[in-house]
């Protein structure tokens, strides 16, 4: 048996979230925030610490500066149960990456500080650490400056060793969706795009175009859509799935929890409708606190979601 379920590889980082501020900013101007969370953020982080807060074994490896950034956030994936001790803490003058948030009722400014994120590369990988598992994720693909050109590597020596792949690209800040995505794509069993990015890799600005496209390369292709829920399209089947009513916090690390959901659920063979369901499950979970991490950290808060809901956190090996 594998020693994991499913590991990562990726960012980890804090997300300083400021709530209340007016929309517009003029400058030299201080402005009062009626609240504040400091919580560790990094899309890959986010769907590990998930995973293991639903009852998946994780193994996850990232780089962290050597600072208190790094240290509060490695201590939350370990408190939540994620297996740290791959992780790589570096000392010089880069630090932990930091993303500051400011949400507005219903959009957000976010600013980031990638720091050590842009830093991972391949050789900081244990490979027979990443290959102990049934599944590996990746996330954040055009974060990853220096893993981007060893993905498609990565991902064919995993295969090779018997797990099943999945790939969440996130958005691409220079808005270019190249650095070999295609390639890469070709080894993924799972892709987890939300709608925009969907179309904006393969350069369609009809969602069914892109989605008949990437179905051609991808097994199963899942689109997140927000408010909308979710679909998924495997060769020619589509499902489909409604997202789960909540009163909204924030959607910070929401696309992040739906993964979790969806790989918790898959890695255990489940069919794709109920994958679909539990993505839903736990992104709206995410909603329901502030940051990507704070409801899943929340053990009464997630069960008690979880009954009046649905249950998707039961243990994937049992
Ligand atoms: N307002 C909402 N109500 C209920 N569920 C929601 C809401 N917003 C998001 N979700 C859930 O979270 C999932 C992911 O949201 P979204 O489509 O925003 O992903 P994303 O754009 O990848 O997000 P991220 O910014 O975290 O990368 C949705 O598919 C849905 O299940
Ligand atoms: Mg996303």
Redesign the pocket.
């Known amino acids: 048996m594998p020693r994991f379920d499913i590991t990562v590889a990726g960012e980890l980082n804090l997300d300083l979230i400021l709530y209340g501020l007016p929309d517009e900013l003029p400058p030299e101007r201080e402005f009062l925030v009626d609240q504040m969370m400091l919580t560790p953020g990094g899309?890959s982080a986010i769907v590990a610490h998930n995973l293991a807060a639903l009852g998946s074994q994780v193994g996850f490896i990232a780089r962290i500066g050597d600072d208190q950034f790094g240290q509060i956030a490695l201590d939350h994936l370990a408190t939540g149960g994620v297996d740290v001790s791959k992780l790589r803490r570096m000392t010089g003058s880069t630090k932990t990456g930091l993303t500051v948030i400011l949400q507005r009722d219903s959009w957000r400014n976010m600013v980031t500080y990638a720091g050590a994120t842009l830093e991972l590369n391949f050789a900081d990988l244990d490979l027979d650490y990443l290959a102990s598992s049934r599944h590996f994720h990746l996330s954040s693909f055009y974060l990853q400056r220096g893993l981007q050109s060893h993905v498609a590597k990565l991902f064919r020596r995993l295969k090779a060793s018997g797990l099943t792949i999945s790939l969440?690209t996130?958005?691409d800040p220079e808005d270019r969706w190249e650095g070999g995505i295609r390639e890469a794509l070709r080894y993924v069993d799972v892709f987890?795009?939300?709608e925009r990015?969907a179309r904006r890799i393969v350069g369609a600005d009809d969602l069914e175009i892109a989605v008949a496209q990437l179905a051609a390369i991808v097994p199963v292709v899942v689109v997140?859509l927000g408010a909308q829920g979710a679909m998924a399209q495997r060769g020619p089947e589509r499902f489909v799935s409604p997202a789960v009513g909540v009163n909204v916090v924030d959607a910070v690390g929401a696309?992040?929890s739906f993964d979790a959901g969806f790989l918790h659920q898959y890695v255990c063979g489940a069919d794709l409708s109920a994958c679909l369901a539990s993505g839903n499950l736990a992104g709206a979970l995410s909603t329901t606190r502030p940051g990507g991490t704070e409801a899943f950290r929340d053990r009464d808060h997630r069960e008690r979601f979880f009954r009046e809901h649905g249950i998707v956190g039961s243990a994937p090996s049992a």
Do not use: I, T, Y
Request: overall charge negative.
């Open positions: 899309s969440d996130n958005d987890l795009p939300n990015e997140k696309g992040d």
